[in-house]
């Protein structure tokens, strides 16, 4: 009886250890420092379904370093094999100086971040911590930011760095 619950603990420990290193997980903002250079990081609303953060917050600029270097290590999100029809809530993107480092999309409504990385759990949780944390910005702002980087083709696939 010992050995037989011995092994059925054994068992179940591994199948858990396997499960959470197939769970690949990856801190999206690692590689960038955000104590060197002047960063921005915008969120430029879309036109996905509305959610309580996104009803409340609108578009928003992140400037300072502190809250930055908090989003940086908070967003730690894992891979997800789910695809969902949902649309982005937020185009959001990195500005170094006057030229985009990064750029990804969140949806709040389905919980999901899709970059050049691959689709990522992203629960709207990791947004609300910083409603009172982000500088709101006019829309007509953002959208002034999201056409210019069109026009500088900063979205075109060549330009995307992997």
């Known amino acids: 009886m010992k050995l037989k619950l011995i092994l059925f603990i ?6 858990i250890s396997c499960k959470s290193s197939n769970e690949k997980s990856i801190q999206l903002l690692d590689k960038y420092d955000f104590n060197t250079g002047k960063y921005k990081l915008y969120g430029i609303i879309c036109e996905a379904k509305p959610t309580n953060f996104s009803n409340k917050v609108e578009s928003f600029v992140v400037e300072d370093t502190i809250t930055l270097n908090k989003i940086k290590h908070d967003w730690q ?3 997800t094999d789910k695809r969902m029809p949902c649309g982005i809530t937020y185009m959001m993107v990195l500005m170094k100086d006057d030229s985009c480092v990064y750029n990804f999309g969140i949806n709040l409504e389905c919980d999901y971040l899709i970059c050049n990385l691959g689709w ?3 629960p709207e949780k990791l947004m609300n911590k ?3 944390l982000v500088k709101r910005i006019p829309n007509e702002v953002a959208f002034a930011l999201h056409d210019t980087l069109i026009k500088k083709h900063t979205f075109d696939e060549k330009k995307i760095k992997k």
């Open 120 to 122: 990522f759990e992203f």
């Open 77 to 79: 999100i894992c891979y």
């Open 10 to 15: 054994s068992i179940i420990i591994l199948m």
């Open 130 to 132: 910083y409603e009172n």
